[in-house]
């Protein structure tokens, strides 16, 4: 599926570091759990099967780039990875203010 990244978010992928605005192609569900989470948008009347999803060292390095608790959140819908759900903890302790 062809998306293009929102503003705001890079997607790291084996080959390449997409910026916003970039497109890329995705398998439909990594684009799926991408979108939902409001990193990138799919592109109107392009789709193909296909596309690499992001393996857990690509996802842990754009956990670890999110800048919210908010976008984090996003990013834990429906992950199931023990590495990723590690980093999104981790992360979320980090941009946690101290009380």
Excluded: C, W
Aim: glycine share 10%.
């Amino acid at each position: 599926m062809s998306v293009t990244v929102n503003p705001g978010f890079h997607v790291i992928t084996p080959d390449k570091t997409y910026q916003p605005g970039e497109s890329l192609e995705l398998d439909g569900k990594e684009a799926k759990r991408l979108s939902d989470a409001g990193i990138v948008t799919a592109v109107e009347g392009k789709g193909s099967e296909g596309g690499q999803p992001l393996n857990v060292t690509q996802t842990v390095e754009l956990v670890m780039a999110v800048q919210t608790i908010e976008e984090l959140d996003k990013l834990a819908e429906g992950e199931t990875r023990k590495g990723v759900q590690t980093s999104i903890e981790k992360r979320r302790a980090e941009l946690t203010p101290p009380e």
